[in-house]
């Protein structure tokens, strides 16, 4: 089965209607190129509010289902596209999630999972908004196959891939808000970037399925001036599921549309049997902490 991935990597401002403006503007042009399948980046519809610690953010969270979900909802529809979403779920008072939701292209909603793995670091303090999620890593069944849909900081799991693709995932997807601090040496800053590529296609290797990455860009100054802000750095890409890179972007605002043969996977799976070969009778010590 072949479909076509729409990419959409922007940058933000604190207009959120411009924001949804400009995603509007970018899905169509994915759309007009064909694709059946779009995603977007993490938090799209406003700025990476988690640089700081502040109350007054809870205000911009909105239930799922909701504004959000019916506007784009209309939107996948029309376009008879399947939708990827990213948003700040308020799912009860001093409840939130970073949930990502998947539109099926009769606009409804297909499913939803939300963000396990939580950061707390220098600028990413997601841990003050963020409750863990509690869905688990079930992929999301759709017209185009099960989408196996994880958010950020879930990249870094293996852990995470790789339930997901022994619950039947199909593909692999990363909506993504990642980018440097200013002070970082320019060495430093490549490391971070080449880890992040490195890490995703690894989860293509080792579980043999598609990985799409979709992060923002732009730079996005610190409300606190405790630090220069973020520059986010863009490069969303789609490896194969040999890791190949299919796509890479650039640094700068873009939409992408590529064509993918989710068959692959099946005849590499064939070559290189990684799930066969797990000794299962043997990782129960994963399930812990430390091993002392």
Known sequence: MKIKVGLVQQSNTSDKQANIDKLIVN??????????????QELHNGLYFCQTESTDVFAQAETIPGASTDLFGALAK??????????????????????????????????KYRKMHIPDDPAYYEKFYFTPGDLGFKPIQTSLGKLGVLVCWDQWYPEAARLMALSGAE???????????????????ERQRN???????????????????????????????????????????IAGPQGELLYQSSQKEENQVIEINLSRSEN???????????????????TKRFID
């Open 171 to 189: 593909i692999l997807i990363y909506p993504t808000a990642i980018g440097w601090e200013s002070t970082d040496e320019e060495e430093e800053k």
């Open 78 to 111: 029309e376009l008879n596209i399947v939708l990827v979403l990213s948003l700040f779920e308020k799912r009860a008072p001093g409840l939130y999630h970073n949930t990502a939701v998947v539109i099926e292209n009769d606009g409804t909603i297909a499913g």
């Open 27 to 40: 899905i169509r042009d994915c759309a007009k190129n064909g694709a059946n399948l779009v995603v977007l």
């Open 268 to 286: 590499v799976r064939q070559w290189w049997p990684f799930l066969r070969d797990r000794r299962i009778d043997a990782y129960d010590d994963l």
């Open 195 to 237: 880890a992040w590529i490195i890490a995703q296609r690894g989860q293509a290797v080792y579980n043999g399925l598609h990985v799409i990455s979709v992060n923002r860009v732009g730079h996005e100054s610190d409300p606190s001036k405790l630090t220069n802000g973020i520059q986010f750095w863009g490069s969303s890409f």
